[in-house]
């Protein structure tokens, strides 16, 4: 039964920006590593077996390209070579280790040839929805992100070609550029020449894995995010591809978080020697890794993450089930789904408001948001920077900001908008709480969140519900890892991995009907908005 979140004791520590890792000869087998992609950088981070952190965080950083027309993509090839620059950092990391980690001997998890630690297993995670175009073993379009709305364009076709709520049934997608199906749709009709050299059509850990290994490999996880999938069958949707110009064979065939490959390239083996015997799985979508590796892996707990962009989710066992208008439902794997709802603007709001609008140092941007009381500056914003997702998903929706004056501030914007985004959750918190109820604790990660305890407290007062702070500080990459690990059997359920918390954010009452105001005034501005 879910735990009431009013009633759970919490302390105000925090989880420190580097924590200390296990001496090398205390590190357990298996020993996992775990790469994950994301929107803006990639990072490579050893676990033990208790899925703690056993070395540093190797990281590189990049920017997607972008185009005035709302283009987000990168070159694949550029991405695979930040991967692959990662990686080499590591293993140069991992050939100076000492003690049990680095050779010491066989029983103890060292390799067997001495001079390199044994890695069992590596796992990955990606960002959901990208997708590129291959020919042969190379990349001939770019990889698109889920960011892009140029494939919006697309969505008047496809809403000819299929039912919208069927699919939306089916599928656990709606009709949206953040999906294959559109993107597939715009890519034939913007670049028919080009389209019609693709043979095949991937995402970025499904490419990597062609390379690596000289055939992709595509989870469950990772499929159910495309909107060609059937989130039920757990297979590839034949209704949807009949409607698209895609064919089956030019997707990956379906496997599992529980079906690792081996057998790199000799120049991949050679390049990256402690990793060569390693078994290597699939990717898996980051929305799922984030909610194992904060552990929200039941009913009991809703996942609050804010990083570049945003989401509220919630992990179940797949048994039967419907999926409520305004939210997608993807999978980790064959035996669990995921339910919730995404926000194309987090993280990266706060930051375009930092740098535009050339605020303070980020601790005075904070003791001055802190300062102000709940939507005392008198705007009203759709805070869509990068388009809407849920729970209205409409591809060509646009920031706006009303009610400004001579008197406005560059703080009263940028406190207007982190309200606003804590409006836009409250709508998927309801959408989840109409299946849920409400004893269900929220809990919160995302660098973009944890280092503002003024946006927490904003969203606790919202959503008029405790939020707890996740002290994991690699929620996505220890998701991954923790998966790997209960695939290999040293982990025998996900649900019984230590829940590392923090402090928990208690609404306060007496900011509900100022709150509730400004939510009344942001849906009326969204239905003119959208209506127009």
Request: hydrophobic letters at 40%.
């Amino acid at each position: 039964m879910p735990r009431d979140p009013t009633q759970l004791p919490r302390t105000a520590t925090r989880a420190p920006r580097n924590p200390i890792q296990p001496s090398p000869d205390t590190i357990q087998p298996p020993r996992v590593l775990a790469i994950d992609i994301g929107t803006s950088s990639v990072r490579a981070i050893l676990f033990d077996r208790s899925a703690r952190i056993a070395s540093p965080a190797f990281q590189k950083t990049y920017d997607m390209d972008t185009t005035p027309d709302g283009g987000v993509f990168i070159d694949a090839d550029r991405l695979a070579a930040e991967v692959g620059s990662v990686l080499d950092d590591f293993c140069a990391w991992s050939g100076q280790a000492t003690g049990g980690l680095a050779g010491g001997g066989h029983p103890t998890g060292g390799h067997p040839t001495g001079g390199h630690p044994a890695i069992d297993g590596v796992a990955m995670t990606t960002f959901w929805h990208n997708v590129v175009g291959v020919e042969g073993d190379r990349a001939v379009t770019p990889l698109i992100s889920w960011a892009d709305t140029r494939p919006g364009t697309a969505i008047p076709e496809l809403a000819e070609r299929l039912d919208a709520p069927a699919t939306h049934g089916r599928t656990g997608c709606v009709l949206h550029a953040s999906y294959l199906p559109a993107k597939i749709c715009w890519f034939a009709r913007t670049d028919p020449d080009t389209f019609a050299r693709v043979e095949r059509w991937m995402s970025i850990g499904e490419y990597l894995f062609l390379r690596w290994f000289g055939a992709p490999a595509c989870s469950v996880s990772m499929a159910s995010g495309t909107g060609l999938f059937n989130a039920h069958w757990c297979d590839w949707d034949d209704e949807t591809l009949a409607a698209l110009p895609v064919a089956r064979d030019q997707l990956t065939p379906v496997t599992d978080a529980d079906e690792p490959v081996r057998g790199l390239k000799d120049e991949f083996a050679s390049r990256w020697s402690v990793l060569a015997d390693a078994s290597w799985y699939p990717a898996i979508g980051d929305g799922a890794c984030n909610n194992i590796g904060s552990g929200c892996v039941d009913e009991g707990r809703i996942a609050l993450m804010v990083g570049t962009s945003g989401a509220m989710r919630v992990m179940r066992r797949a048994q039967e089930f419907s999926i409520p208008e305004g939210l997608w439902c993807y999978r980790s794997d064959r035996r669990r789904i995921l339910m919730g709802g995404a926000l194309s603007n987090g993280g990266n709001v706060y930051g375009w408001m930092r740098d535009t609008l050339r605020l303070a140092g980020e601790q005075q941007v904070e003791r001055d948001l802190g300062g102000m009381a709940p939507d005392s500056h008198g705007l009203t914003v759709l805070p869509f920077w990068a388009g809407e997702r849920s729970p209205g998903w409409h591809d060509a929706a646009r920031a706006a900001i009303t009610g400004m004056t001579l008197h406005t501030t560059p703080l009263d914007v940028m406190r207007a908008s982190l309200e606003a985004t804590a409006y836009c959750f409250a709508n998927i918190h309801d959408r989840l709480r109409s299946i849920w109820g409400d004893a269900v604790e929220i809990v919160a990660s995302g660098a973009g969140l944890l280092q503002s305890p003024v946006w927490m407290q904003m969203l606790a007062d919202v959503l008029e519900r405790p939020i707890t702070a996740s002290t994991v500080t690699e929620a996505s990459s220890r998701g991954a890892a923790l998966l790997a690990l209960e695939a290999s059997g040293a982990v025998e359920d996900l649900a019984a991995a230590p829940v590392p918390l923090g402090k928990t954010y208690a609404p306060d009452p007496a900011n509900r009907d100022s709150y509730r105001e400004a939510m009344k005034r942001q849906q009326d501005l969204y239905d003119m908005m959208m209506d127009s």
